[in-house]
Antibody, heavy 120, light 110 residues
């Protein structure tokens, strides 16, 4: 059974940084691209970042609105993916979901999400 | 970026058909596949994949759900609607990065 679990959310002051973690199990992590998607309170879904697997040289891609402030990374030995977010702003307040990217290019499994609140 | 447009809300009676539309400003077809997908999100839960590549039912999803379309026009149909289907439905394209989502259609019961 595929399992995805995000951790690391919390209350952060504007300008601060946060590192979100996503632990996975139940599938061969090395084979898959992984993504982060976020959802501000009461709003829709926004793709944040993608990291490809070793076969694609761990290439990374970011939403333009966040580029320069986020870094996605992975540790295949731990079946985990991470999202470092810096210079946090109030508008970064959201649930951050870790998602698996299926071979036919869609998000087939989602974690329950971790809430990030940016407030002074 | 590819923009996806959905109607904000839809009210349907139990047992009737619900049709949710999603229109894109660019073609999302590529080598015979339409890179359009549908997700259901209930309050307090993560999104769940319903339909992938426009018309393929995801694992464990009831056959009451179906998708169709190509190019720039897509629909998600629920027939018949059950009480448990009240949720927000999102379309998403993966033809080009950045992946983009529609704003969501909230399905309510009359």
């Amino acid at each position: 059974e595929v399992q995805i679990l995000e951790t690391g959310g919390g209350l952060v002051k504007p300008g601060g940084s946060l590192r979100l973690s996503c632990a996975t199990s139940g599938f061969n992590f090395n084979d898959y691209f992984m993504n982060w998607v976020r959802q501000a309170p009461g709003k829709g879904l926004e793709w944040v970042a993608q990291i490809r697997n070793k076969n694609y040289n761990y290439a990374t891609y970011y939403a333009e609105s966040l580029e320069g402030r986020v870094t996605i990374s992975r540790d295949d030995s731990k079946s985990s993916v991470y999202l470092q977010v810096s210079s946090l702003r109030a508008e970064d307040t959201a649930i951050y979901y870790c998602t698996r990217w299926a071979r036919d290019w869609y998000f087939d499994f989602w974690g329950p999400g971790t809430m990030v609140t940016v407030s002074s | 970026d590819i923009v996806l447009t959905q109607s904000p809300a839809l009210a349907v009676s139990l047992g009737q058909r619900a049709t949710i539309s999603c229109k894109t400003n660019q073609n999302v077809d590529y080598y015979g596949n339409s890179y359009m997908h549908w997700y259901q999100q209930k309050p307090g839960q993560q999104p769940k994949l319903l339909i992938y590549l426009a018309s393929n039912l995801a694992s464990g999803i009831p056959a009451r759900f179906s998708g169709r379309g190509s190019g720039t026009d897509f629909t998600l149909t629920i027939d018949p609607v059950e009480a448990d289907d009240t949720a927000t439905y999102y379309c998403q394209q993966s033809r080009n990065l950045p992946n983009t989502f529609g704003a969501g259609t909230k399905l309510e019961l009359k």
